[in-house]
């Protein structure tokens, strides 16, 4: 009796919402250790915003240990944005440990890294200090498995040295 007038609640905001959930679905993640309106309430942000999220699905993200609210609110930027990011592809970004609301907000507003002073000797003998801007976008599709910010920095220095470290003389390193 407690959990289902725990549960009416919901299940009235729910109903009332237009993302209708069942009583018995409510209960159910109770018993499964989900808090309901963990799931309920961003349903309803997805539903409001003409986003479907089956409830099955939000679900399976909770006990997958995403973050459902943060994943619904990248879906609605997406959305907004232009973007096309599907629920599975979210969801998958966010169970691989990168932040995909961070990841949308990121593919609308390029951001900008600066790299530490790199060092590297021409083949004349002179040293020279080399800082570069990197100006980033994340790209959806190959966000999973794909370079994080240090990786690219890491890159970014490699190709610096690679260049200094190659030319024939500091002149023509400052050149390129």
């Known amino acids: 009796l407690l959990l289902l007038l725990r549960a009416v609640g919901l299940w009235v905001a729910a109903t009332f919402s237009g993302a209708p959930v069942g009583i018995g679905q409510l209960i159910a993640m109770r018993l499964?250790?989900?808090?309901?309106?963990?799931?309920?309430n961003p349903r309803i942000s997805a539903v409001k915003a003409g986003l479907d999220v089956p409830v099955n699905e939000l679900e399976a993200h909770f006990l997958a240990g995403g973050t459902v609210d943060r994943?619904?609110?990248a879906l609605i930027s997406a959305q907004k944005a232009g973007i096309n990011l599907t629920f599975a592809r979210a969801a998958a970004i966010d169970l691989a440990g990168r932040d995909v609301l961070e990841a949308v907000k990121m593919s609308v507003n390029p951001k900008v890294i600066q790299t530490p002073k790199v060092a590297a000797v021409a083949a004349d003998g002179i040293q020279l200090i080399a800082i570069a801007r990197v100006t980033l976008r994340a790209n959806i599709e190959r966000l999973?498995?794909?370079?994080?910010?240090?990786t690219i920095l890491a890159r970014v220095g490699e190709g610096i040295v690679t260049t200094i470290g190659s030319a024939g003389s500091h002149k023509e390193a400052l050149e390129n």
């Open 144 to 150: 999973v498995g794909g370079a994080g910010e240090d």
């Open 71 to 73: 994943v619904v609110i």
């Open 32 to 40: 499964r250790r989900v808090p309901p309106a963990s799931i309920v």
